[in-house]
């Protein structure tokens, strides 16, 4: 039976999981957002790390006919978007079930007649939108959690109705939410797979005119035209596979958890590693030339200065305060009132930089404020932020011992463009052009794989050299 | 945490000797004993001891308050009264001790100084120190013996003569007021005779860290280790006796293989072996000290326990030449050395000691020395190639000490020798 390590990274913004195979290659990962209950993120990412692989596993078992037939991999992947639309549809009706309870237990007479009213039909507003984004726009990759999807989509529909609905509304999302997102529930791979191909079907059976519906653009088209006709004569080379992969053992021979919250997570002693090793050995995995590590992280920032084994020789991180980090990000979405991913695009729509004095996430607040009432545009403002966030970062770097080749940009604050414009920006101006960046799709997962990979060695034995 | 400590027989010894120290203190002005206020680095207290007056260390009854959980009322009260925040902790600490009556740490009344003997080897916050006692006791006469710092990386003879002048100048002459005594040169060769037995006890006794496992932790045991000689027994028969007792006992642990001594017994597996720049933290020193032994970590040597003296260069006094033996001592002292010369030293010690890695406990308010921390740490790194850490904590104020921080620091840092050693030793 073949071997699988699984590290997670237990964040304090997300979570993280990556199952890799006995030669490194990442197979899954799994992520969500860590919220209070570290033990239900840690279980979710680990679910959805083994709902991932099992894709991914279908594919390397796929490979020579995938290379020969491009529509298999088509086809694999939009099976995935709407497994990922499943899963999202399960939680929204779960959810919808406790904004009536909420409804019910908050209000009284015609107020409660009413709001019930509008939530009902912002729901079946949004969940069709929501659909269409994941099976049309491949929301399921883009990492998104259930709390984002949902709230940025509730949160435009409020915009709309009164204002006088914005407290009610509001509260019934609130008190609603947290449980829903805390629930733990483990699908079965099988059942869901064969409701994702039948939803699968009816999209290509009516392809024509949802394409015409949904204005695609021509590079859409041509790969959904693959499948137009064909789709019955791939599901059925496929369909074995399919339940191949759907019930095969996905053994995980050792695990390895880091991160903020890793002292909570049920694991041996030896089993837990600090998130610095982690973090450096990912990185120096995906990028070998890797010297020097930058991580922002929830609520630190890293900088680690690793050899040519990956192995950290010396590392600093932010003291005292978390100013500069993903949560200062969080707090500043929240008080423009936008989501976190809103952020970085806005920010890169500056004309110019606001100066952002502030070294303390609470008084940045009170900075932006008074910016606005100046009339500072919200664009320039965050793009000063944005920049001040690195500034930061730039100093631990040069207290750590400053930026050797290759530089590695790792954890979920270096999904943000802004973020990624000043680093490069800055560590080019204070350390040379010649510095090598490197920022991976995978950035925000280092620490998850870092982990699965000690996992593998001390399983095996192993030297980190060895492979 | 355990509540049965296990203490070496010397240290029952050396609490005999400070809590007679502090008796001795508390009723100076009873038996008419003249009391002299001074510092630590670079403390003359042989001078002292010559004209049978008492020293008292500022700075050691702040450490004391901050190991029995004192000081933070003490430093709030400074506060009360305008202090900052960034002032040094050991400053707030002594200040509020002051404003509460000077009451010791062992509960026991300090005597108020006759004599204020400002020697600010390497420190200048000690000036601005003085400058504050000064004001609490007006009408105190203050003796001031200013070290020139070893820019040069040397000690040239015209700094000793510069200070051998003022020693027969300024700190004589108003010993002598003080006391109502004649200098008596004899008797001070006497007193140094029995420093220069200290010197080459505490010399053989941090030696032996070159044994493995060490038979002692040169930076939270060494810390007890350096008390006599650093809270006014430089000089007398009972520290010869102590370090004597001391060093026997050491042998004995080196004879029989075994490790050192933590406050929950015989460490049984060394795991790392590590040099320290820094001072610990005193509020929160046991459990500092249990996240290093917990993890098999002991110290084989430090830095700060060379703030009193450092001997690792063949320097000892010289009773044949009493002052200018004096004007050295405290010309050689670590927060007088510059940092090539601290660099140097940490090296030797890295070296010598076999360490596994080098870790920096920087102290938030204390500027002598935090500067030049992370220079040395690069420089270390790059010369001996060896894993560096840095944490950051204070020295007597408790709201800086952030256990989980440091100990999330710590175990990375232990985590990365352990990775080392792994792929070394395949």
């Known amino acids: 039976m073949k071997k699988y390590y699984l590290g997670i990274d237990l964040g304090s913004t997300t979570s993280k999981a990556i199952i890799i195979d006995e030669e490194d290659n990442i197979i899954g990962r799994g992520i969500t957002n860590t919220r209070a209950n570290y033990l239900v993120a840690t279980e979710v990412a680990r679910f959805e790390a083994i709902y991932n692989a099992r894709f991914s596993l279908l594919k390397m078992k796929l490979e020579d006919e995938i290379n020969s037939n491009p529509e298999y991999e088509k086809y694999i992947n939009d099976v995935e978007s709407a497994f990922q639309y499943l899963k999202?549809?399960?939680?929204?009706?779960?959810?919808?079930?406790?904004?009536?309870?909420?409804?019910?237990?908050?209000?009284?007479?015609?107020?409660?007649?009413?709001?019930?009213?509008?939530?009902?039909?912002?729901?079946?507003?949004?969940?069709?939108?929501?659909?269409?984004?994941?099976?049309?726009?491949?929301?399921?990759?883009?990492?998104?959690?259930?709390?984002?999807?949902?709230?940025?989509?509730?949160?435009?529909?409020?915009?709309k109705l009164d204002p006088e609905f914005f407290d009610p509304l509001m509260l019934v999302y609130d008190k609603s939410i947290i449980s829903v997102e805390n629930e733990l529930t483990e699908f079965n791979f099988k059942e869901l797979i064969s409701e994702s191909i039948e939803i699968m079907n009816e999209k290509y059976a009516k392809l024509d005119e949802t394409l015409a519906e949904n204005n695609s653009s021509p590079q859409f088209y041509a790969e959904i035209n693959l499948l137009k006709g064909n789709y019955k004569k791939i599901y059925n080379s496929l369909k074995e596979h399919l339940e191949f992969v759907a019930t095969m053992d996905i053994h995980?021979?050792?695990?390895?958890?880091?991160?903020?919250?890793?002292?909570?997570?049920?694991?041996?002693?030896?089993?837990?590693?600090?998130?610095?090793?982690?973090?450096?050995?990912?990185?120096?995995?995906?990028?070998?030339?890797?010297?020097?590590?930058?991580d922002i992280g929830g609520q630190d920032t890293k900088a680690i200065q690793v050899d040519k084994h990956g192995l950290v020789t010396s590392f600093h991180m932010n003291d005292r305060c978390a100013a500069g980090c993903g949560r200062y990000l969080g707090y500043i979405a929240d008080e423009f009132n936008i989501s976190l991913n809103e952020l970085g695009p806005l920010a890169l729509d500056a004309k110019k930089e606001v100066n952002i004095c502030s070294t303390c996430t609470v008084f940045a607040g009170a900075e932006i404020r008074e910016l606005l009432n100046v009339?500072?545009?919200?664009?320039?403002?965050?793009?000063?932020?944005?920049?001040?966030?690195?500034?930061?970062?730039?100093?631990?770097?040069?207290?750590s011992g400053g930026v050797r080749n290759e530089f590695?940009?790792?954890?979920?604050?270096?999904?943000?463009?802004?973020?990624?414009?000043?680093?490069?920006?800055?560590?080019?101006?204070?350390?040379?052009?010649?510095?090598?960046?490197?920022?991976?799709?995978?950035?925000?997962?280092?620490?998850?794989?870092?982990?699965?990979?000690?996992?593998?060695?001390?399983?095996?034995?192993?030297?980190?050299?060895?492979? | 945490?355990?509540?049965?400590?296990?203490?070496?027989?010397?240290?029952?010894?050396?609490?005999?000797?400070?809590?007679?120290?502090?008796?001795?203190?508390?009723?100076?002005?009873?038996?008419?004993?003249?009391?002299?206020?001074?510092?630590?680095?670079?403390?003359?207290?042989?001078?002292?001891?010559?004209?049978?007056?008492?020293?008292?260390?500022?700075?050691?009854?702040?450490?004391?308050?901050?190991?029995?959980?004192?000081?933070?009322?003490?430093?709030?009260?400074?506060?009360?009264?305008?202090?900052?925040?960034?002032?040094?902790?050991?400053?707030?600490?002594?200040?509020?001790?002051?404003?509460?009556?000077?009451?010791?740490?062992?509960?026991?009344?300090?005597?108020?100084?006759?004599?204020?003997?400002?020697?600010?080897?390497?420190?200048?916050?000690?000036?601005?120190?003085?400058?504050?006692?000064?004001?609490?006791?007006?009408?105190?006469?203050?003796?001031?013996?200013?070290?020139?710092?070893?820019?040069?990386?040397?000690?040239?003879?015209?700094?000793?003569?510069?200070?051998?002048?003022?020693?027969?100048?300024?700190?004589?002459?108003?010993?002598?007021?003080?006391?109502g005594k004649k200098y008596d040169e004899d008797k001070l060769k006497k007193i140094l005779g029995n420093t220069n037995k200290v010197e080459e006890l505490m010399v053989k006794i941090f030696d032996t860290t070159k044994n493995k496992p060490s038979p002692i932790d040169a930076y939270f045991a060494g810390v007890y280790y350096i008390g006599p000689i650093n809270i006014g027994f430089r000089g007398t028969g009972e520290a010869v006796v102590y370090y004597e007792k001391l060093y026997e006992e050491i042998l004995e642990r080196v004879n029989?293989?075994?490790?050192?001594?933590?406050?929950?017994?015989?460490?049984?597996?060394?795991?790392?072996?590590?040099?320290?720049?820094?001072?610990?933290?005193?509020?929160?020193?046991?459990?500092?000290?249990?996240?290093?032994?917990?993890?098999?970590?002991?110290?084989?040597?430090?830095?700060?326990?060379?703030?009193?003296?450092?001997?690792?260069n063949g320097f000892r006094v010289n009773p044949d030449k009493p002052l200018d033996s004096l004007a050295d001592y405290c010309m050689n002292c670590y927060t007088n050395l510059n940092l090539k010369q601290r660099v140097e030293l940490l090296s030797n010690c890295?070296?010598?000691?076999?360490?596994?890695?080098?870790?920096?406990?920087?102290?938030?308010?204390?500027?002598?020395?935090?500067?030049?921390?992370?220079?040395?740490?690069?420089?270390?790194?790059e010369k001996l190639d060896i894993p560096v850490g840095f944490i950051e904590s204070d020295l007597v104020d408790p709201r800086y000490f952030s256990y989980s921080n440091i100990k999330n620091r710590l175990e990375s840092f232990f985590q990365m020798l352990e990775q080392r050693k792994i792929i070394f030793n395949n």
Not at chain 1, 134 to 159: A, C, H, T, W
């Open chain 2, 350 to 381: 890295i070296t010598k000691y076999q360490a596994d890695g080098f870790l920096v406990n920087s102290i938030k308010s204390c500027n002598s020395f935090s500067a030049g921390q992370l220079m040395i740490m690069r420089q270390l790194e």
């Open chain 2, 256 to 312: 029989k293989g075994l490790g050192p001594i933590t406050p929950e017994g015989v460490m049984e597996e060394e795991k790392f072996r590590l040099v320290i720049e820094g001072p610990p933290n005193w509020t929160h020193f046991r459990e500092f000290w249990k996240l290093f032994y917990d993890l098999g970590a002991v110290i084989v040597a430090s830095s700060y326990t060379k703030v009193g003296g450092v001997y690792d």
């Open chain 1, 252 to 294: 995980i021979s050792n695990m390895v958890g880091t991160g903020y919250g890793r002292a909570l997570l049920p694991f041996p002693e030896k089993s837990i590693k600090s998130e610095i090793l982690c973090h450096a050995f990912g990185a120096h995995a995906i990028f070998p030339n890797t010297r020097t590590v930058l």
């Open chain 2, 1 to 179: 945490m355990s509540t049965r400590v296990t203490k070496e027989k010397s240290m029952l010894i050396q609490k005999e000797m400070i809590s007679s120290l502090f008796k001795e203190l508390s009723t100076a002005k009873q038996t008419g004993k003249k009391v002299v206020y001074t510092f630590v680095p670079g403390n003359i207290s042989e001078l002292i001891r010559a004209f049978d007056m008492l020293p008292v260390y500022p700075e050691i009854n702040a450490l004391q308050s901050g190991m029995r959980k004192k000081s933070g009322k003490f430093i709030h009260d400074a506060e009360k009264i305008g202090y900052s925040e960034d002032v040094c902790t050991y400053v707030k600490c002594d200040v509020g001790m002051i404003l509460n009556g000077n009451i010791g740490p062992t509960g026991e009344k300090i005597p108020e100084p006759d004599l204020l003997l400002l020697s600010y080897t390497g420190c200048f916050t000690f000036m601005k120190w003085f400058e504050n006692l000064k004001r609490l006791y007006p009408g105190v006469p203050v003796a001031l013996l200013h070290t020139p710092y070893q820019e040069g990386h040397k000690i040239t003879p015209d700094m000793t003569q510069y200070m051998v002048k003022q020693l027969k100048e300024e700190v004589i002459p108003k010993m002598e007021q003080v006391s």
């Open chain 1, 408 to 467: 590695s940009f790792t954890g979920g604050v270096a999904r943000n463009q802004a973020v990624l414009k000043y680093v490069s920006e800055l560590i080019h101006k204070n350390y040379g052009d010649d510095i090598k960046i490197n920022i991976g799709a995978d950035s925000i997962f280092m620490g998850a794989l870092g982990g699965a990979m000690f996992a593998r060695r001390s399983m095996k034995n192993l030297a980190l050299t060895d492979k």
């Open chain 1, 88 to 159: 999202f549809k399960y939680k929204l009706d779960k959810l919808y079930v406790k904004f009536k309870d909420t409804i019910e237990s908050s209000f009284s007479g015609d107020r409660k007649e009413n709001i019930l009213q509008i939530v009902e039909k912002i729901v079946k507003t949004i969940g069709p939108e929501i659909r269409d984004a994941y099976l049309f726009s491949n929301l399921g990759n883009k990492n998104q959690f259930f709390r984002d999807i949902v709230s940025e989509r509730y949160n435009n529909e409020i915009k």
């Open chain 1, 375 to 399: 009339g500072q545009k919200r664009s320039d403002i965050l793009a000063g932020l944005h920049r001040s966030i690195v500034m930061r970062a730039i100093s631990l770097l040069a207290r």
